[in-house]
């Protein structure tokens, strides 16, 4: 960044404090993003109302913007003077999260299965392994947390795969409980019958049998519908269609669906 403070700040006298400009320039664009705006048009923004980012380095840009976003310091981090309050800082992380995960989901679907990996040989997890300018974009290269062991696979090969058994996949019915009356259905039932051995106050009756109507229904038992695994597929929302991927080191998939 090339800046000796981070921006909003000055050292005054030996002690960091608020830049007041810089400052008021930091809760605008996270008030901006919270409100909707795009990280490059708040940057666009800020250049157009000829506001510098730095005397050396004028010109905004959507990572400044966002390294600001991202930067824990204005919350009180590292000896810093509280800039951003923690409700608005955390709900920035998490809109950005949210976000992210909508371009990883339109980018690079695989890696919505990123923490759903497991190794074939020990259960154990399996690690995306980074580095190496040999390392192609569109392949997965992991390794098992537990056992060491290494296996690649092309995004587009576990992906097929993943529709490949998808197709052959029949959900199970969704277990089903008895029936069990609770509490207030025994204590309301009690109630109609002494209501009845008294018809003289139907009006009463009349009440305690729609409150049992209402407490027995709240006892029926709930099923969940099976997920519509088709439609996840086509719309590539693999993270709410598959519970989890076992890969050999050969490369063999099997996977467990929700």
């Given at each position: 960044?090339?800046?000796k403070?981070?921006?909003?700040y ?7 404090i608020?830049?007041?400009?810089e ?8 008030t901006l993003y ?15 109302e000829g506001?510098?980012?730095s005397p050396?380095?004028?010109v905004?840009?959507?990572?400044r913007?966002?390294?600001?976003l ?15 309050v923690?409700?608005?800082?955390q ?16 980018d ?22 980074f580095g190496?300018?040999?390392k ?6 992991l390794?098992?947390?537990?056992c060491?062991?290494?296996t690649?696979?092309?995004d ?27 509490g ?8 109609i ?8 106050q ?29 439609r996840?597929l ?9 519970q ?7 490369s063999?998939?099997?996977?467990t669906f929700?």
């Amino acid at each position: 960044m090339n800046r000796k403070v981070l921006y909003g700040y000055q050292i005054e006298d030996g002690k960091l404090i608020h830049q007041p400009q810089e400052a008021e320039i930091v809760r605008r664009i996270f008030t901006l993003y919270l409100e909707g705006k795009l990280q490059r048009e708040i940057s666009d923004l800020l250049n157009g109302e000829g506001i510098l980012y730095s005397p050396d380095r004028p010109v905004w840009t959507k990572f400044r913007v966002a390294f600001i976003l991202k930067n824990r310091r204005y919350m009180g981090a590292d000896g810093y003077p509280l800039l951003i309050v923690e409700d608005t800082f955390q709900a920035v992380q998490t809109t950005l999260q949210k976000k992210w995960g909508e371009r990883t989901r339109r980018d690079r679907p695989v890696l919505q299965l990123r923490d759903r990996l497991y190794c074939q040989h020990c259960g154990g997890r399996l690690k995306r392994i980074f580095g190496g300018n040999s390392k192609r974009p569109d392949t997965l290269y992991l390794k098992c947390e537990q056992c060491g062991s290494r296996t690649v696979i092309p995004d587009d090969t576990l992906l097929a795969e993943i529709r490949r058994q998808a197709a052959g996949y029949t959900p199970t019915a969704p277990a089903t409980t008895a029936y069990a009356p609770s509490g207030e259905v025994v204590r309301l039932t009690n109630a109609i019958n002494r209501g009845l051995e008294k018809p003289e106050q139907p009006e009463e009756v009349v009440s305690l049998i729609l409150q049992g109507i209402t407490a027995r229904y709240a006892c029926l038992p709930s099923e969940t519908p099976p997920i519509d695994l088709p439609r996840l597929l086509q719309e590539e929302r693999y993270e709410q269609a598959v519970q989890s991927v076992i890969i050999s080191a050969d490369s063999t998939v099997s996977v467990t669906f929700r």
